[in-house]
């Protein structure tokens, strides 16, 4: 964070991660979820599974459509 800070980018920080809140927020809870869990907090497809007991092509294939769910939401969004 303080490296954005140090440029200047510290509003333009702040500004996109409102807006990725924004669309975490809009997504159903599983997707939410999933993609914190992957994109935020780092972990592999394989832990993702063990956590939550789900088979690991299943953890592939929410995780895909979340991250096409988050595509729609920010492509709308540039839109308007």
């Not at 964070?1 to 409102?18: H, I, N, P």
């Not at 999933?34 to 063990?50: D, P, Q």
């Amino acid at each position: 964070r303080d490296y954005y800070a140090s440029r200047g980018l510290g509003d333009v920080y702040k500004r996109q991660r409102t807006q990725i809140e924004r669309y975490l927020q809009a997504m159903p809870p599983r997707y939410r979820q999933l993609i914190v869990m992957r994109f935020f907090e780092e972990y592999s497809y394989e832990e993702i599974a063990m956590k939550l007991e789900l088979p690991l092509g299943t953890v592939k294939t929410q995780i895909h459509r979340a991250r096409e769910q988050m595509c729609r939401l920010i492509a709308a969004d540039e839109k308007s």
